[in-house]
């Protein structure tokens, strides 16, 4: 009855407020703030409320005292109401922890949305150790936690790392189209659509597209969605991730395999760097262990004298032999093993793409190379391309592929052909490598795999 009565009133004559965010908190102490975010934590006790307030950018505790913590309007407050909070930031007394290592006194407060209590209450909806599935159903509001926004805020800094990489390199970013009517890495993951009555599809790959760019812009990069029938679940598939990918001309598969390693040291050094994303990935992955130049090269037929050495068998229970592929246990065993970035080279033919160059020295083999990371297995794919057109239509020939829609493709062999190769990088895969992540559905924004398309 007695808090009802009580009426929360901003008092006018305290000195004027400075709206801000609560990254800048630091540079308010002593002075009245006022902040705008969402109720993260709440405990109301012995006269006090604490409030753990987030505004996206930070966390900050807010300390009501007196009238403000027996009003009725903070007894019925619930966790994900949005706030207005006003009072002065004050550095945390000697034994006390908080965000920061500030708290705010909160002089007046104003709700802005009051979020449900009860059945329908944040927490309710939200439990630690729900089912995943009716997790992913709330995405939406499962996002809001500490560690899926963690991670968001880590792959914002990570595509900026890898743009500022770019750059520093001179590429030039290209924005390839989502909707094509061509295959790039086979035909069983194609999701395929109807497009004003014709067969088109969602890209698998802009990696044929970056390719007819290299006359035009040289070294070329591209961070856009792909697309993947994929149809079984695993922990590192999606059926829609952001890819990046990068194509240079003139370059031999040294070259290419010098850039990979000289690409990941530097986008894991800027985002380490980073004063967000580098104390989000320490806290996420305590054990993180920068990766060094070179990197171990390994060919494919190596590997498979390791896999046979180390008693690791096949899918079908089989030593592994000449041409079989190696899946993903397998790859992710050795490569747990071995405990650093593989550079995976040298695949056969018939398990590689129809695009990919023959090795000059056996021609069994390609130039090609996945890397390899500790916990996740492959993160990357790349190869060095076919040069010559009637090698390029072989390709075709072998895969089975109708050449026809792909007469833009193969001019690029035809109008100046050039010794050239690329890399896609998955990166929902770099992240739940660089976060320490069980599977790449934490790594992205709304994950999509078979039977998924919800939120
Ligand atoms: O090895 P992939 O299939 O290679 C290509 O698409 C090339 N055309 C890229 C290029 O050379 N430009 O895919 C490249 C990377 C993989 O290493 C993996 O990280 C990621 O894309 N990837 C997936 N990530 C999540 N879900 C899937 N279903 C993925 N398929 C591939």
Known sequence: QAAKKIVIKEDKTLPQAKKIKIKDI?????????????VHRLR????HAFIILRDGS??????????????????????????????????????????????????YYRIIGLAPSGKDSFTNKIQEG???????????????GETLSAVMKVR???????????????????????????????????????????????????????ETCLPALGDVFCI??????????????????????????FITFEDLLDHIEKFV??????????????????????????????????????????????????EDGTPFKFGDDIQEAAERKMTDTIGVPILLIRFPVEIKSFYMKKCADDPRVTESVDLLMPTVGEIMGGSMRIDGKDELLKGF??????????????????????????????????????????????????PRFMGRCTP
Request: aromatic residues 10%; contains cysteine; proline residues 5%.
């Open 58 to 107: 930070g966390f900050l505790q807010c300390v009501l005292t007196g009238d403000l913590a027996n009003a009725y309007q903070t007894l019925t407050l619930t966790v994900e109401s949005s706030l207005a909070v006003f009072g002065t930031i004050n550095k945390l007394p000697e034994g006390k922890s908080a965000p920061g290592g500030v708290e705010a006194s909160v002089d």
């Open 397 to 446: 020939k072998r895969e089975g592929i109708d050449p026809t829609n792909y007469y833009w493709f193969t001019d690029q062999r035809v109008y100046g052909t050039c010794p050239h190769g690329g890399y896609g990088l998955g990166s929902e895969r770099l992240l739940a490598w660089l976060c320490n992540r069980f599977t790449v559905k934490d790594c992205s924004l709304y």
């Open 265 to 314: 040291v530097h986008i894991v050094k800027y985002i380490m760097e980073d004063p967000v994303s580098g104390a989000l990935v320490k806290k996420l992955n305590p054990g993180f262990v920068m990766p060094k130049e070179p990197f171990k090269r390994l060919q494919y037929v190596e590997a498979l004298d390791w896999l046979n050495e180390n008693g690791v068998l096949n």
């Open 156 to 210: 914002a800094k990570a595509l900026a790392a890898v743009r500022r990489f770019y750059q520093e390199e001179d590429l030039t970013e290209v924005t390839p189209p989502c909707m094509v009517q061509t295959q790039v890495e086979g035909g069983s993951t194609l999701f395929s659509m109807n497009y004003y009555g014709e067969k088109a599809y969602l890209t698998q790959s802009s990696q044929l597209y970056l």
């Open 130 to 144: 729900t089912d995943p599935n009716l997790l992913l159903d709330r995405r939406h509001l499962a996002l809001r």
């Open 224 to 249: 856009q969605e792909s697309f993947r029938a994929e149809k079984s679940h695993t922990r590192r598939h999606l059926s829609e991730y952001t890819h990046i990918e990068a194509e240079l001309p």
């Open 26 to 38: 630091a540079n308010y102490i002593g002075k009245r703030v006022e902040v705008h975010g969402w």
């Open 44 to 47: 109301i006790q012995k006269g």
